[in-house]
């Protein structure tokens, strides 16, 4: 059934990656050097409103913080937040693998170009490091996330069972 598939899409980073534009008065920051716990939690809190809308779901926070900082692909600098004044509205969580694990838009932030300057901020951050491509995982009915992703020329690559 396709609500059990899964794609794994990629995005080549040769040649040049354009520039993230972000909406007025939306600034980019990342978690790192030394992650600020506060901001982390806002993040979470944009993961776990988007993935309740999308029918999916995030663990509690302390688990979530406990496993992601234990994992040997976590670093604060590839999670990068969108802040509108001090609200975190996105956030994409990357590991160092060049994966994209988690992207979320705050429901009430959509469709103003957060997801595309975050999409676009992780390339360019994977870029600079050397990666030849970024790849991350969608649930196949995710029509809308789909469309982002070839939008910023991401190919399918497999189909996997979710």
């Not at 008065?25 to 939690?41: C, F, I, M, N, Y």
């Not at 809308?53 to 302390?62: N, T, W």
């Not at 979530?64 to 994409?92: C, H, N, S």
């Not at 992207?103 to 975050?118: D, K, M, Q, T, Y």
Request: aromatic fraction near 8%; proline fraction near 5%; hydrophobic fraction near 45%.
């Amino acid at each position: 059934m396709a609500q059990n598939q899964v794609l794994r899409m990629r995005r080549d980073l040769s040649g040049m990656t354009e520039a993230p534009r972000w909406p007025d008065g939306v600034v980019p920051a990342t978690l790192g050097p030394r992650p600020d716990k506060q901001l982390a939690q806002a993040a979470h809190g944009v993961l776990e409103a988007g993935f309740w809308e999308g029918g999916g779901g995030a663990p509690i926070f302390r688990q979530w913080w406990k496993t992601l900082r234990r994992d040997e692909e976590f670093d604060p600098a590839l999670v990068f937040v969108a802040m509108e004044g001090a609200d975190v509205i996105g956030m994409a969580q990357c590991w160092t693998s060049a994966f994209v694990k988690d992207l979320a838009v705050h429901p009430r932030a959509r469709r103003r170009g957060v997801g595309r300057a975050l999409m676009l901020a992780a390339f360019n951050a994977f870029a600079a490091r050397g990666a030849r491509h970024v790849d991350l995982r969608v649930r196949e009915e995710n029509t809308a996330a789909i469309a982002l992703y070839h939008s910023l020329r991401m190919q399918t690559v497999s189909r996997e069972r979710g």
